[in-house]
Antibody, heavy 119, light 106 residues
Framework: EVLLQQSGPELVKPGASVKIPCKAS????????MDWVKQSHGKSLEWIGD????????IYNQKFKGKATLTVDKSSSTAYMELRSLTSEDTAVYYC????????????WGQGTLVTVSA | DIQMTQSPSSLSASLGERVSLTCRAS??????LSWLQQKPDGTIKRLIY???TLDSGVPKRFSGSRSGSDYSLTISSLESEDFADYYC????????FGGGTKLEIK
């Protein structure tokens, strides 16, 4: 069974950074790209970017360039998203997601990590 | 960017009722569309991909269709667990989502 396990809520101060993990299990981690999605409270979803765990190649939504950095640790089958220079606009739930065996995007989702930016 | 205009933004319906949600793409997306369901606890599940292919384990009361640039999700007979938020998603270019439909019980 494919599982994407995300960490608990984070409370961070404005201007700080946070690194959110997404631990994958139930499949070969390097075989599938990992995508990240933002959902601000009461709003829709935004695609942040994706990373190829095999080679570390990344693609970002232009809106999140400079804000988000995607990395992986192949030894622990964990994808990470680091958000920097946080402001109140970054308060949101962040999801990791993987495409399906059918090849289509967003078949499997983590449970989301709430990041709250507040002094 | 490809914009996805989803309607309605909210919908009240009764158990057993048939409902349809629609997304219109601002550009040709050639059927590269999925429908997602989000429950109140935040859990997200993909229901349909490639516009009309049902994901494994998704009840057959859900169906997807396309008419030109309009894509629809239909639930043939609402059950209690169907009351949730629904989003369309295109992936013809970098992924973008519709604004969502909140499906509430009447």
């Amino acid at each position: 069974e494919v599982l994407l396990q995300q960490s608990g809520p984070e409370l961070v101060k404005p201007g700080a950074s946070v690194k959110i993990p997404c631990k994958a299990s139930g499949y070969t981690f390097t075989d599938y790209n990992m995508d990240w999605v933002k959902q601000s409270h009461g709003k829709s979803l935004e695609w942040i970017g994706d990373i190829s765990p095999n080679i570390g190649a990344t693609i970002y939504n232009q809106k999140f360039k400079g804000k988000a950095t995607l990395t992986v640790d192949k030894s622990s089958s964990t994808a990470y998203m680091e958000l920097r220079s946080l402001t109140s606009e970054d308060t949101a739930v962040y999801y990791c997601a993987r495409r399906g065996y059918d090849g289509y995007l967003f078949a499997y989702w983590g449970q989301g990590t709430l990041v709250t930016v507040s002094a | 960017d490809i914009q996805m205009t989803q309607s309605p933004s909210s919908l009240s319906a009764s158990l057993g009722e048939r409902v349809s949600l629609t997304c219109r793409a601002s550009q040709e997306i050639s059927g590269y569309l999925s429908w997602l369901q989000q429950k109140p606890d935040g859990t997200i599940k993909r229901l349909i991909y490639a516009a009309s292919t049902l994901d494994s384990g998704v009840p057959k009361r859900f169906s997807g269709s396309r008419s030109g640039s309009d894509y629809s999700l239909t639930i043939s007979s609402l059950e209690s667990e169907d009351f949730a938020d629904y989003y369309c998603l295109q992936y013809a270019s970098y992924p973008t989502f519709g604004g969502g439909t909140k499906l509430e019980i009447k």
